[in-house]
């Protein structure tokens, strides 16, 4: 693929093929990219692995290269680095945060822990790496169900910081959780009542949902999973239409695996783009390369912080 830059640009000395350049650097570098569903397309197109944040942290746990190129948000670049302490990790543009894990300052939520001793803390990996030191337990909406379903019934648990992902491992497990109550902009603004009316024009399209949306729009979804479980299902599932409620950037794997079928993005509440999410389309091709030619910028994470860190993302990963 051949992606030109306008004549406009004020960034000096970019190649015409950002493809081949970076591919270049992969190899002089011994890099690998690693990207998540949300990514622009070319984005994507370049990654070594493209993944939710689960197979993202698995992939970086077990890398052998010695710098790792992070086109996500920042709390997934951090994950990458407290994995792996001794390599570079660069973040394509450092501004490329996440308005779940913002929703959660440290401080507050050390005062709130504190005002439930008893409870084990699982905090969904979309978090800072202050928050993750804080827990015991990092999870992801792959295996969230999961690894609450292996704590003890009766062991009181926090569950933070997404309120709707909480409600939705109470539904499925049946446990009693003290919710933070934290949200991503972007699963807040999907529209029930675009998605009603998205399904009678569509009246044989699957409405597939991600878990971090409010309960209401989970209630129209046939069905709810990860972005790679709702890959997954569509490419298991007989229909041919699918009406996608989620980040619209997953709909560039479903449609290069499955181009016969046809994948709707859900509608925003405005009439806007933001169903898209602001943060991770800050990274660019061209920020990517950039990032690599001149190594920053650099994702660093202080080491008593990561130390605390690592601890509930092993315990994820021992338990997934």
Known sequence: MFTTLPSTTSTPDLPLDLFDAIADLKQRLNAVVLAHYYQDPDIQDVADYIGDSLGLSQQAAQTDADVIVFAGVHFMAETAKILNPHKQVLLPDLDAGCSLADSCPPAEFAQFKAEHPDHVVVSYINCTADIKAMSDIICTSSNAV???????????????????????????????????????????????????????????????????????????????????????????????QFIVVTEPGIIHQMEKQMPHKQFIPAPPIANCACNECPHMRLNTLEKLYLAMRDRTPEVIVPEATRQAALKPIQRMLAMS
């Not at 997404?162 to 933070?180: E, F, I, K, P, S």
């Not at 790679?228 to 299902?233: D, H, S, V």
């Open 146 to 240: 999961k690894l609450v379903n292996q704590i003890p019934a009766d062991q009181p648990i926090i569950f933070a910081p997404d309120r709707n992902l909480g409600r939705y491992v109470m539904a499925q497990t049946g446990r009693d959780l003290v919710l933070w109550q934290g949200s991503c902009i972007v699963h807040e603004t999907f529209s029930e009542k675009k998605i009603i009316q998205l399904q009678t024009t569509h009246p044989e399209a699957v409405v597939i949902a991600h878990p971090e949306c409010e309960p209401a729009v989970l209630h129209q979804a046939e069905f709810i999973g990860s972005t790679t479980a709702l890959l997954n299902y569509v490419q298991s599932c007989d229909r041919t």
